[in-house]
């Protein structure tokens, strides 16, 4: 029954901007921490930011910190990364994550390509 579905992915020039979606359901939203994770071609699940589950805190990891904004919605159960001055190592699947105790859930994801 839960499901995380990532939408706002896609085809943008470097510099551009892109803002992803994360809309959760089957589960308590509001007690749940979430955060982003990617994965470029060839490499590794990288982690890139989490949002506490009032909305408050928010971390960033190095490579996106000051570009990328992670955000949440609570009427709406859903997630944010608004993700700007986008460069071409940004390119990859994008996952969203939510945290429920010890149990980690995650969505399909969504590709973003950053490419001239």
Request: charged letters at 15%; one cysteine or more; a neutral charge.
């Amino acid at each position: 029954e839960v499901q995380l579905v990532e939408s706002g992915g896609g085809l943008v020039q470097p510099g551009g901007s892109l803002r992803l979606s994360c809309a959760a359901s089957g589960f308590t939203f509001s007690t749940s921490p979430m955060s982003w994770f990617r994965q470029a071609p060839g490499k590794g699940l990288e982690w890139v930011s989490s949002i506490t589950s009032d909305g408050i805190g928010t971390t960033y990891a190095n490579s996106v910190k000051g570009r990328f904004t992670i955000s949440s919605d609570n009427a709406k159960n859903t997630v944010y990364l608004q993700m700007n001055s986008l460069k071409p190592e940004d390119t990859g699947v994008y996952y969203c994550n939510a945290r429920q105790v010890s149990i980690d859930y995650w969505g399909q994801g969504t590709q973003v390509t950053v490419s001239s």
